[in-house]
């Protein structure tokens, strides 16, 4: 247990289908990150919140919006995604912001699958 | 740009000594560190370098070269469990890169 958790762990979607992905972390942390994560590939940086504040969107599609509504939840809404969109999705968070090299607690992720 | 190169995958045999390798370019470098991902699982923070040297973290001990633009992790005692994704992540320019990961696989 990271103290990270996100919801669902599983989702399968439909090209026109709009859904959002969860995130709460229980550790009081200040900063929040998305990740993807496909298959032979390094973890893709996607957006960071410090202080629930939007501090970089790393050339993301629009299809994918994030939203962060206080500095221990954040949600990534989908919509009209592609099949290559399909990966690991994890959040993390870290004690200080963004800009300081600390460690990142993960949560463990939501497997998608655009059909 | 920051380039991080691990090699892919690793087979060892419980009881063994593993070493995997990590080697980097970038500017401004403060900091590397190694995550453990178990499959379906969240990475887990596993050490952190950022001066020369050896960090030893009971069976599990990681290494820096700032000069080579190299650091290791090496596992003692392989157990079943330590079979997984290692990751090598390195922060430079105030941002964190990671590697492709590499898949330690340990058999009986």
């Known amino acids: 247990e990271t103290g990270v958790t996100q919801t669902p762990r599983h989702l399968v979607m439909g090209m026109t289908n709009k859904k959002s992905l969860k995130c709460e972390q229980h550790l009081g942390h200040n900063a929040m990150y998305w990740y993807k994560q496909s298959a032979k590939k390094p973890l893709e940086l996607m957006f960071v919140?410090?202080?629930?504040?939007?501090?970089e969107n790393n050339s993301v599609p629009s299809r994918f919006s994030p939203e962060c509504p206080n500095s221990s939840h954040l949600f990534l809404h989908l919509h009209t995604l592609q099949p290559e969109d399909s990966a690991l999705y994890l959040c993390?968070?870290?004690?200080?912001?963004?800009?300081?090299?600390?460690?990142?607690?993960f949560g463990s992720g939501t497997q998608l699958s655009v059909l | 740009g920051q380039n991080i190169d691990q090699p892919t995958e690793m087979t060892a045999t419980e009881g063994a000594i593993v070493q995997i390798n990590c080697t980097y370019q970038t500017s401004g470098f403060n900091g590397l560190f190694w995550y453990q991902q178990h499959a379906g699982e969240a990475p887990t923070f596993l050490s952190y370098n950022v001066l020369d040297g050896l960090e030893e973290k009971g069976r599990f001990s990681s290494f820096l070269s700032r000069s080579k633009g190299y650091s290791y992790l090496l596992l003692k005692e392989l157990q079943m469990k330590d079979s997984a994704s290692y990751l090598c992540?390195?922060?430079?320019?105030?941002?964190?890169?990671f590697g492709k990961g590499n898949q330690v696989v340990v058999i009986p």
């Open positions: 992540a390195v922060y430079g320019n105030n941002r964190l890169a």
């Open positions: 919140y410090n202080f629930k504040e939007q501090t």
């Open positions: 993390a968070s870290s004690q200080g912001t963004a800009s300081t090299n600390e460690k990142l607690f």
